[in-house]
């Protein structure tokens, strides 16, 4: 079993910066694939980024790419995410993600496990 509890949301001027922090408990997360979502209002939760068991390989979506930095911990069983060029659009619920599978998922119904959720908000 693997909690997930996010922090870091809040609210950013667009072109700002916040950084995501998930903090994993469980003895196995460290074979677990992770994931961060993103959901806003009236849409489907979309894949932002993901990173496999080993840090090895690494997924970002093209809205994100070259803005946004997964990393993971393994060690303080954390992953992050550093948002940076923040925009508008950016503007949703962000969740952490964990899969026993240990390789990049794309469908959110390959993660077993999730986390709450936190808010990002970049006004326009």
């Known amino acids: 079993q693997v909690q997930l509890v996010e922090s870091g949301g809040g609210l950013v001027q667009a072109g700002g910066s916040l950084r995501l922090s998930c903090a994993a408990s469980?003895?196995?997360?460290?074979?677990?694939?992770m994931g961060w979502f993103r959901q806003a209002p009236e849409k489907e939760r979309e894949l932002v980024a993901a990173?496999?068991?080993?840090?090895?390989?690494?997924y970002y979506a093209d809205s994100v790419k070259g803005r946004f930095t997964i990393s993971r911990d393994s060690a303080k069983n954390t992953v992050s995410l550093l948002m940076r060029g923040l925009k508008p659009e950016d503007t949703a619920v962000y969740y952490c993600?964990?899969?026993?599978?240990?390789?990049?998922?794309?469908?959110?119904?390959?993660?077993?496990?999730w986390g709450q959720g936190t808010q990002v908000t970049v006004p326009s």
């Open positions: 469980g003895r196995t997360f460290s074979f677990y694939s």
């Open positions: 990173v496999d068991w080993g840090a090895a390989s690494t």
């Open positions: 993600a964990a899969s026993r599978g240990g390789s990049i998922y794309y469908r959110k119904e390959d993660y077993n496990y």
